[in-house]
């Protein structure tokens, strides 16, 4: 994948989060399931994201992006989680009486670029001894 840029900046940053429904109750199978693998690409597409590998399961979600590079993770996980949650539970009023609130405030995002750990290392050890 290409680097893409801002008028500053060169980047190539991908995301990898991981979110869960409270107490990770198992609610997101079947119908639940199939609407959000629907809406999760339209907010990623809405907000210039790409490179989408997603897989629904009925107690998380993982999700492989990568956004524009002035979106913070917990930018890009509060849309996602907060829109859907409205949707969703919109769609499907059981979710309102079997949990308070959808989500759980907690997620996990780990960062992959094309560029490993060791060739960054590498690369400011060349550049030491300028």
Request: with cysteine; proline share 7%; aromatic share 6%.
């Amino acid at each position: 994948m290409d680097s893409k840029r801002t008028r500053h900046a060169a980047y190539h940053i991908n995301d990898h989060f991981v979110g869960c429904p409270k107490v990770r109750r198992p609610v997101l199978g079947g119908d639940v399931g199939v609407r959000l693998a629907t809406l999760i690409p339209q907010i990623v597409k809405r907000k210039d994201g790409g490179g989408l590998d997603l897989v629904v399961h009925p107690e998380h979600v993982p999700l492989f992006a990568s956004f524009p590079l002035p979106l913070a993770a917990n930018q890009i996980v509060q849309r996602i989680k907060g829109a859907r949650s409205h949707q969703l539970r919109q769609a499907f009023p059981e979710l309102k009486s079997r949990l308070p609130a959808l989500w759980t405030r907690r997620y996990y995002v780990g960062t992959a670029g094309h560029v490993s750990a060791e060739t960054i290392r590498r690369y400011i050890d060349e550049q030491k001894g300028r």
